[in-house]
């Protein structure tokens, strides 16, 4: 039998182990191992040949497979390769991989078709000192040193018998592994050995402590409370540099628990929190129309009733349909309350002046804020901390109208209402900011975001604009830009229609025709419990009276009014809820119908005079000119757009028990005073009948 000798090194390889252990092996039992010696070719130490049968069965195998890796050996390949413990790339995902490592990859892949092509030259080579040249050659070619070369040989063949188990488990093709086996294992980063986990328990504790954070503490003062820790407790100081990686570390990777802890809840909810997408596109013109306020970022000019001339922020209560995203309605205030609410409420359900403003109609729902205008018991018949309605029959403004259902948006959380939110903030960069009194956006969270002016200075020139100029703008604006141009969210929802006109005129919709104007009028009236004395009904110092009220002296009615038209009281019975007179002040009638202003300061100083012992505000407050005193609380610009003048030409029976008990008294009452008419009417013609006959007798009897 002719046996087969292998270099020492080769031998090293296949069983496993180093060179020089195999050598001290070999040294102390020499009688195990057929061994021989050839002098170098080029001088210098011997080298040292191993027979093969004298080796391990593990490596006898792994050197069989080298010889002949087909399939009848791929068990012993597998068997003699591998181990209990899986290399790193076993369980690396290889695309992930490639992506991160890409040049490695490639690198990794010249070197195997190298480590192929050596392999195959070195199973022609006959003699070992071929196969060595053969490995010196390569590992120049590879720039690797022999022994290196010869270490990425053995991680390539290992590759490939963990590609020949894994294709055994599951048939699949893994000769990548061979490739990744190639590539340098990664290192694993930001691992931080000098710091300890009580180290870094004590860095987050600082760095996420909210009255920390929200003081934005620099990280040199969290490194000197570091120290002082360290000091205490025996730690070893790592360097600065450690511990502001590590922690620049955890703020990147805890990203949002560090803004909860810098900004807290609300700012956390509203930036950070994940939101989803409502899909609008599934819901009909009319169906959801949202309601908020807005306070322009810029000032304009009103003049008081006094005539003295300030300068004001006007608002903006705006009904947006949410399918079309257009303005279908809104007001235009110094300050939004109910009244303002119902106003911009009755400018959006009737049709408009303008024929090129299409909107009207009662909507279906209502989504609308949480603020103390929108959710006033005499607009949704509720109290405001009722969310719900509790029973059915409940009725407000907003019911009386022909809305459904309201529903409020959760408070501080501005994204329950995103459509309209987005819109305040196309107002604030396409409409406001070109005016020369903006000054910058009022909730802006960077100094940058509001711009210092001198509006008093801008008053006193004449150069802010009116709050007519603005109203009229702001209309101009909303039908020449807002409502036909292309609508970002319309687009992203690949809408048919990209223009909120388009998509109102052309979408389906909700359709429910709004009521009687003289029954939105009745309801837009303030309403207040009044007692009726023997002169009348008291209210603001100024007497109404009527002589239908001489049958109520001594109990409550109520009374409903319009705050711009005081002179008079509609009166209602609380019990029948029907209407029982219009009471009048004559002394605020003449003051409409334009008393001489002599009389009126005379009217004023009597009062004055009788109000010496009233407190300090009183005074001020008898002291400003008659009609600023009357309409102080009222004096409140309010502009929208214009109404078509009469009823529409459908309208909705409203529901409201109350109306409909009026308009049947009414009816009735029409009735009974044509038939009073009639009988008074026929009662004349026969005394006239009567009288002319008489007449005629009293002439035949002359004759």
Aim: glycine share 4%; hydrophobic share 35%; aromatic share 10%.
């Amino acid at each position: 039998m002719i046996k087969t000798y292998i270099p020492l090194d080769d031998a090293a390889r296949y069983e496993g182990v180093g060179y020089y252990t195999l050598y001290r092996k070999i040294s102390r039992n020499p009688e195990a191992y057929d061994v021989k010696r050839e002098p170098a070719e080029n001088g210098g130490k011997e080298r040292i040949f191993v027979a093969v049968s004298c080796l391990s069965v593990k490596a006898q195998r792994a050197y069989n497979a080298d010889l002949d890796p087909g399939k009848d050996v791929r068990e012993a390949i597998i068997h003699s390769r591998t181990s209990d413990t899986p290399p790193w790339y076993m369980e690396v995902d290889p695309a992930d991989f490639v992506l991160q490592h890409r040049d490695k990859y490639h690198k990794a892949l010249d070197l195997k078709d190298l480590i192929e092509e050596y392999t195959k030259e070195w199973h022609l080579a006959e003699h070992s000192s071929e196969r060595r040249q053969l490995a010196i050659q390569y590992a120049k070619r590879a720039g690797f040193s022999e022994s290196h070369f010869y270490k990425k040989v053995q991680d390539y063949r290992e590759g490939l018998a963990w590609a020949l188990k894994r294709a055994q488990e599951d048939g699949a093709d893994h000769s990548y592994l061979a490739v990744l086996a190639l590539c340098p294992e990664p290192r694993e980063k930001n691992k931080f050995p000098s710091l300890t986990p009580e180290m870094k328990a004590f860095l987050e504790n600082k760095c996420f402590d909210e009255d920390l954070s929200k003081n934005n503490v620099p990280m040199t003062l969290i490194y000197d409370m570091f120290k002082r820790e360290a000091d205490v407790k025996g730690w070893i100081i790592p360097s600065y540099h450690a511990v502001r990686r590590y922690l620049n570390l955890v703020k990147r990777k805890y990203r949002s628990a560090k803004y909860l802890a810098e900004h807290g809840k609300k700012e956390w909810k509203r930036n950070m929190m994940p939101k989803g997408r409502r899909d609008t596109k599934s819901l009909k013109v009319m169906e959801w129309v949202m309601g908020d306020a807005h306070a322009f970022d810029l000032w304009v000019e009103v003049t008081r009733a006094n005539g003295k001339k300030t300068a004001i922020k006007p608002c903006l209560v705006g009904w947006m349909d949410v399918r079309s995203r257009a303005l279908v309605g809104y007001s235009l205030c110094e300050v939004p309350d109910a009244l303002e609410i119902k106003k911009s409420i009755i400018n959006m359900i009737y049709p408009k002046a303008d024929p090129d403003v299409p909107f009207e109609g009662v909507p279906l729902n209502i989504l609308i804020d949480n603020g103390k205008e929108f959710t006033a018991e005499s607009l949704g018949g509720r109290k405001r901390v009722e969310r719900v309605y509790v029973e059915s029959d409940i009725q407000g403004f907003y019911r009386e109208i022909g809305i459904a259902d309201d529903w409020r948006s959760l408070p501080f959380q501005p994204w329950d209402k995103a459509q309209i939110e987005r819109f305040f903030g196309t107002i604030c960069t396409r409409f406001s900011k070109r005016f020369r009194s903006y000054t910058g956006t009022l909730t802006g969270s960077k100094t940058a975001g509001k711009i210092k002016k001198d509006i008093k200075k801008m008053l006193d020139k004449g150069e802010l604009p009116t709050f007519e100029q603005f109203a009229e703008e702001f209309a101009q604006w909303l039908k020449e830009d807002y409502h036909v141009r292309e609508h970002g969210g319309l687009k992203e929802q690949g809408d048919e229609w990209l223009t909120p006109i388009e998509v109102y005129l052309n979408a389906e919709r909700y359709i429910k025709a709004a009521p009687p104007k003289d029954f939105s009028d009745k309801l837009r009236l303030e309403r207040e419990i009044a007692h009726v004395y023997n002169t009348g009904i008291l209210r603001n110092k100024h007497r109404y009276y009527h002589p239908a009220l001489r049958n109520y002296i001594g109990e409550k009615v109520e009374i409903r009014y319009d705050r711009h038209n005081v002179a008079v009281l509609h009166v209602y019975d609380r019990e029948t809820n029907l209407e029982i007179c219009e009471a009048v002040c004559d002394e605020l009638l003449q003051f409409e119908n334009g008393v001489d202003s002599k009389k009126l300061r005379q009217l004023h100083k009597e009062k004055q005079n009788r109000a010496l012992s009233e407190t300090e505000q009183e005074l001020d407050l008898l002291q400003l000119p008659y009609e600023e005193r009357i309409n102080l609380a009222h004096d409140k610009p309010s502009v929208g757009p214009k109404l078509k003048e009469g009823n529409p030409s459908v309208t909705s029976l409203p529901t409201n028990k109350a109306y409909r008990q009026e308009r049947a008294h009414q009816r009735t009452e029409k009735q009974r005073e044509r038939e009073e008419d009639r009988i008074r009417e026929e009662y004349m013609k026969q005394q006239a009948k009567e009288a002319l006959a008489r007449i005629a007798q009293a002439n035949a009897s002359n004759e």
